[in-house]
C-alpha cells in the first residue's frame, strides 16, 4: 500500500500517514510557466494499491480547481504507471453544494466533477460529510466511501455537555437526517436519551429567512450540527434562536471549516459556547486568534486511517 499527497494536502496527509503508522511515498511536484504544473511518484507503483489524499477546498494557494487538475493529472500518471487501484481520500469534495439544477440551464456540477474522474480511472473516492448524498451516489459510477463527521465529534461532545439534558438540532430541514444520526451517535457515547430539534429556513433571491424552531430546547444544551460553515449566517441565526429560546448552552459541530471572511461574526458575537470542525480543510489564519475554547479542530486522520486499513485489507 502506497499513500500520496500533493503539497496542498502535505499537513492532512501526514498526520494519516501516522495515524496508519506508514510515512508518506515520496512524489516529486514541479510549477511551470503560464500555471502549468506536473507531479510524478518517485517509487514504482506497478501493481500497487494506491492513495492520494487531496482536500478540494479552494484557499490562498491555489483554487478548487487547480487542486482538482492535480489530483486529476497525477491520477491519470499513477494510471499510467501501472498502479493496480487508486482510492481518492478526498475529504473535502469541490462543487458537492452544486447537485441540482435551481435555475433553467444550470449546471449540475457534482456530476461533471464524478465525470472527470472517472475519466482518469479513479477505482474509489472517500469523502467526509457530503452535503447531498442522494446527488453524490446518483453523480458517481465508481464505488465510494461516504465518511460522517459524527464519529469524530461525538465524544468531544460528550465531554463538552457533560450530566446537561441534550439536544441535538439541525439550522435547516435538509439537514435532520444528518442530524438524526449524529444525535443517535451522541445518545450511544452518553449512554442516555438525546432529542432532535430542528429550524425552519428559507432562501431567496440570496436571502435567508425563516426563524420557527420545532423542539424544546429550554434549559438544554443545543448541538447545532451540519456539514460545514461557510459564511456561518445560517450557524449564527441557529445560535440566536437557541439563545432566544433559553437553551442552557449552545454548541456547535460543522465538518468543513470552509470559513469566508463573514464567519468571523460568529466567533464575534460569542453566539456559540464553542464550535467543533476537523481538519478536512486548513483552517485560515485569521481564525487563528480563536483556536482554544471557540474554536477547537478535531482531527479526522485516525477516521481515515481505519477506514484505508479496512480497504486495504478487503482489496479483492
Known amino acids: 500500500m502506497l499513500l500520496f499527497a500533493p503539497k496542498a494536502s502535505l499537513a492532512l496527509a501526514t498526520r494519516i500517514a501516522e495515524a496508519l503508522g506508514m510515512s508518506l511515498s515520496p512524489s516529486e511536484e514541479r510549477e511551470f510557466d503560464g ?46 504507471a501501472g498502479a493496480e487501484r487508486v482510492t481518492v481520500v478526498t475529504p473535502y469534495l469541490a462543487y458537492a453544494r452544486k447537485d441540482r439544477r435551481t435555475q433553467p440551464r444550470d449546471p ?23 452535503h447531498n448524498e442522494a446527488a ?103 445560535c440566536q434562536a437557541a439563545r432566544e429560546a433559553d437553551a442552557k448552552s449552545v454548541y456547535v459541530a460543522a465538518a468543513h471549516a470552509a470559513f469566508l471572511p463573514s464567519a468571523s461574526k460568529l466567533f464575534e458575537t460569542r453566539a456559540a459556547d464553542s464550535v467543533l470542525v476537523t481538519d478536512s480543510i486548513a483552517l485560515r489564519p485569521e481564525f487563528n486568534p480563536w483556536l482554544g475554547a471557540a474554536l477547537r479542530v478535531c482531527s479526522l486522520a485516525p477516521l481515515v486511517a481505519r477506514t484505508i486499513q479496512d480497504l486495504a485489507r478487503h482489496r479483492p
Open 35 to 80: 500555471g502549468e504544473h506536473k507531479m510524478r511518484p518517485m517509487v514504482e507503483v506497478a501493481n500497487e494499491d494506491v492513495y492520494v489524499v487531496q482536500s478540494l477546498c479552494g484557499d490562498a494557494s491555489a483554487s478548487a480547481n487547480d487542486k482538482l487538475c492535480r489530483l486529476l493529472f497525477f491520477v491519470g500518471a499513477l494510471k499510467d
Open 108 to 130: 449540475v456540477t457534482t456530476r461533471y466533477v464524478a465525470a472527470v474522474m472517472q475519466a482518469v480511472c479513479i477505482d474509489r473516492v472517500v469523502t467526509l460529510e457530503i
Open 136 to 238: 453524490f451516489d446518483n453523480a458517481f459510477r465508481c464505488p465510494t466511501v461516504r465518511l460522517e463527521a459524527a464519529d469524530v465529534f461525538a465524544p468531544e461532545i460528550a465531554t463538552e455537555v457533560g450530566d446537561q439534558p441534550v439536544i441535538v438540532m439541525s439550522p435547516d430541514i435538509g439537514g435532520v437526517k444528518r442530524a438524526q444520526r449524529f444525535r443517535e451517535r451522541l445518545a450511544r457515547t452518553l449512554s442516555r436519551e438525546v432529542d432532535l430539534a430542528f429550524m425552519e429556513k428559507r432562501r431567496a433571491s440570496g436571502v435567508v429567512s425563516g426563524e420557527t424552531v420545532v423542539g424544546e430546547l429550554r434549559g438544554r444544551a443545543v448541538v447545532i450540527y451540519d456539514d460545514m460553515i461557510a459564511s456561518g449566517s445560517t450557524i449564527l441565526r441557529a
